[in-house]
Nanobody, 117 residues
Framework: QVQLVESGGGLVQPGGSLRLSCVAS????????VGWYRQAPEKERELVAR????????NYADSVKGRFTISRDNAKNTVFLQMNNLKPEDTAVYYC??????????WGKGTLVTVSS
């Protein structure tokens, strides 16, 4: 059974930074696609960033390009999201997502990021 556990959320002022982490278990991590999604109040869940299997390629939502960076440590089954220059509109619950090859995708329970002065 795949488990994804996020950490690193919290309250930060506009312009600040946070680093989210997600540790995966029960899956061969290195050849899985991993990503971060977010859901703000009364909005649909949206893709923030995604890393292909082995980390060969990455893609980002236009709203976070140049500010957020997704990375992965395949040896530690961990994916990170470095978030810089945070804005109030980045406030949301951030979810880790993983899709193994030929398998069903999984979601973490989410971690809340609040950007406010």
């Amino acid at each position: 059974q795949v488990q994804l556990v996020e950490s690193g959320g919290g309250l930060v002022q506009p312009g600040g930074s946070l680093r989210l982490s997600c540790v995966a278990s029960g899956v061969i991590f290195r050849n899985s696609i991993v990503g971060w999604y977010r859901q703000a109040p009364e909005k649909e869940r949206e893709l923030v960033a995604r890393s292909s299997n082995y980390g060969y390629t990455t893609n980002y939502a236009d709203s976070v390009k140049g500010r957020f960076t997704i990375s992965r440590d395949n040896a530690k089954n961990t994916v990170f999201l470095q978030m810089n220059n945070l804005k109030p509109e980045d406030t949301a619950v951030y979810y880790c997502w993983l899709a193994p090859p030929n398998g069903v995708s999984s979601w973490g329970k989410g971690t809340l990021v609040t950007v406010s002065s």
